[in-house]
């Protein structure tokens, strides 16, 4: 057994019940006298305990008098003063602290220890991402735009490569003055404006210019490599050109400063023609530097479609000129030209004045859209040929149907008259178009039922559109198949309606043609950026009227020709033909003012092959289209038919007459 250590004060002896711990001095040295019969324990540790308490009771009866002592002092001093009470805040355990510390610690060490296990354990491969991604630069690939040709593969339109010029002012703005002195030089810009550009401050990019041809930018990175300076640099900006400048310009169109299609085909074709841009990933140091050894992906552009269109820009050049020389001579607002392949609907030369080059578009704000596809007009008696398609037709009439012609026909509350002033004429259907009889076309019309009569016209195209690759195509105006009788009349001779140029060409290129519609196209084919064909829309033909129609709708253009006593601007040297004149009111916002005059004729007569229509808007010098627009469509038509080896009519092959215009 351990041996027992002596008590300090002598053996120690565990405490006896009633007894107070050595340590903890008592209140009071007295007991109740009822607290048990307990003996006390004999000898010296009896009197040890008796004489400690003693003791303490002795120092706990002066420390109280003492301080009762000085109690009563301090109050003899502050005399009056209200006593205050003032609560003492003990010091917390230094233990207990320690362990609140402890605590605290554990708490932040366990985020910590939570953060890092997010981090590197559930969104490491996320952060590791991030963080790549924010040393990793983007760069565009930027395609090709397709080349427009026409059809026999003369450039239209085409993209040369070119570069925008840009700075890095950070860096080009220690040095200013010698950027600015090769700069100007080279791109052809004052220093007053380089300079600023160059020196801008809290800036890392600038544009310094635009459109600038590759060679010219090589030679001005060669000397800048030469003179060590270093903070110009290039993105691709390819310039779109026109090399044929203002030939077939409304059809082409042209496209902005960002090689966005604005008018015509380059609208149109849009994003056929701008191919789908490609980009390269690489990583890169901080300051922006491709990091030699680095990851890097590249997705390659895929260039534009080209176009091959239907167009012979020499025709199409030609057609043009002539048309804006009979505008300027007749003063009128505008006039147009439509040539097309009556086999296949092809367009070879949509010619219009005024005209503009897509080279420079902002110098021709009026007419920039193509006319004969986006403004519907009253066509006239041009119209007589489809309401005469629809006669004979139905079975209504045919070419030797006969009637009397008044010199006046009451229509509603009007009357109706002819271009000229005659008596009572006796006329069959032949001589009534041949004439350009108003009366007569009405009084044919009004033994067929309006509903029928509507009914044709929507077979032969009109009140929709064509479906040809142009923008901005309307569908005209055609009123509904429960037409008034008045409106009925109207439209027999070709107003009360309106048409486009394209739609009513189309329309009697059918109607001769052995009945058979081909929808109009300016397209011919197309090429991926690959270099493989892409493949167009097929347009179906369609037939709108019988053989046997058809054949009677060309005698009685003939009658027209034939009529026109010998008139050397309806015939075309060497072969028949077919055509039909027309002189309508030109509507305005202010009601009619002016004219609209049109001809419209094809060759050859037994077989047609090429049809040419021409409108001259509101002319001031003549007013029909005999005088005003027929002059043109003989000189188109001569230089058109032999071009493409169209056998004369007569067995002596003539040479095709030289037209200087």
């Known amino acids: 057994m351990a041996e027992r250590r002596p008590h300090p004060s002598g053996t120690r002896q565990p405490p006896t019940p009633g007894s107070s711990h050595p340590r903890e001095p008592r209140a009071s040295a007295t007991r109740p006298k009822d607290r048990g019969t307990a003996t006390r324990p004999k000898g010296k540790a009896a009197t040890s305990t008796r004489s400690h308490r003693v003791h303490t009771d002795a120092r706990g009866r002066a420390l109280r008098d003492g301080v009762a002592a000085r109690s009563r002092q301090s109050a003899n001093r ?36 939570g953060r890092l296990l997010q981090l590197q354990g559930f969104d490491s491969a996320a952060y590791a991402a991030e963080s790549a991604a924010a040393l990793t630069q983007k760069m565009p690939l930027l395609p090709s735009r397709g080349e427009i040709t026409d059809r026999n593969g003369t450039v239209l339109a085409a993209t040369e ?24 030089r080279h791109l052809d810009m004052p220093i007053e404006k380089v300079i600023p550009l160059l020196i801008e401050r809290d800036k890392r990019f600038v544009y310094l210019k635009k459109k600038v041809p590759a060679m010219t930018y090589t030679r001005l990175a060669t000397e800048l490599a030469e003179k060590n300076l270093y903070g ?3 993105e691709s900006d390819p310039i779109r050109t026109y090399p044929n400048g203002s030939t077939a310009g409304p059809i082409v169109g042209f496209v902005n400063t960002d090689g966005v299609g604005l008018e015509g085909l380059e609208y149109k074709l849009n994003r056929q023609l701008a191919g789908v841009e490609g980009h390269e990933e690489y990583e890169s140091a901080p300051n922006g530097s491709r990091i030699p050894l680095g990851n890097s992906k590249i997705t390659p552009a895929q260039n534009g479609n080209s176009y091959q269109l239907s167009l012979d820009s020499e025709l199409q050049w030609a057609a043009e000129r002539r048309v804006a020389q009979q505008v300027k001579k007749a003063k009128a607002d505008f006039g147009f030209a439509i040539t097309m392949n009556i086999k296949t609907g092809e367009i070879l030369a949509l010619a219009q004045a005024p005209s503009y080059d897509s080279n420079d578009p902002l110098a021709t704000k009026k007419f920039r859209t193509l006319q004969a596809v986006t403004a519907p007009f009253e066509p006239g008696s041009v119209q007589k040929v489809l309401t005469a398609a629809a006669l004979i037709e139905s079975g209504v009439a045919g070419e030797e149907t006969r009637l009397e012609v008044p010199n006046r026909l009451k229509s509603g509350p009007y009357q109706i008259k002819d271009h000229f002033e005659h008596e009572t004429l006796r006329l069959n259907m032949r001589g009534v178009i041949a004439r350009s009889s108003n009366i007569g076309t009405v009084m044919l019309t009004r033994q067929m039922p309006t509903e029928d009569l509507h009914k044709y016209l929507v077979k032969f195209g009109l009140g929709a559109r064509t479906g040809v690759e142009l923008p901005g195509e309307s569908v005209g105006i055609l009123p509904g198949a429960k037409m008034p009788g008045l409106t009925r009349d109207r439209v027999a001779f070709g107003q009360g309606l309106a048409v486009t140029g394209i739609q009513e060409v189309s329309a009697i290129a059918g109607l001769v043609n052995d009945g058979v519609y081909h929808p109009p196209t300016i397209l011919r084919s197309a090429t991926g950026g690959d270099g493989q064909p892409v493949a167009l829309p097929v347009k179906q033909p369609r037939r709108i009227v019988s053989s046997e129609t058809s054949s009677h709708i060309r005698d009685l253009m003939r009658a027209v020709v034939d009529s026109s006593n010998g008139q050397s601007r309806l015939r075309i040297e060497g072969y028949a033909s077919g055509g039909k004149t027309g002189t309508s009111q030109r509507g305005t916002k202010n009601g009619y003012r002016g004219y609209i005059t049109s001809y419209v004729g094809f060759a050859p007569l037994k077989d047609p092959q090429i049809i040419t229509y021409v409108v001259i808007n509101n002319p001031r010098k003549g007013d029909t289209g005999s005088g005003v627009a027929a002059p043109v469509y003989r000189d188109i038509m001569q230089l058109a038919l032999p071009r493409y080896s169209v056998e004369p009519s007569k067995k002596t092959i003539l040479k095709p007459k030289r037209v200087t215009w």
């Open 161 to 184: 490569p070119a570069v925008a010029v840009t700075a890095d002012p950070s860096l080009t703005g220690r040095r200013p003055g010698e950027f600015a002195e090769v700069v100007s």
């Open 78 to 113: 502050r005399g009056s003063i209200r006593r205050v009470r003032v609560r003492r805040i003990p010091l917390a355990d230094g233990v207990r602290r320690l362990h609140v510390v402890l605590i605290l610690l554990a708490m932040g060490l366990s985020l910590c220890a």
């Open 232 to 234: 110009v640099f290039r």
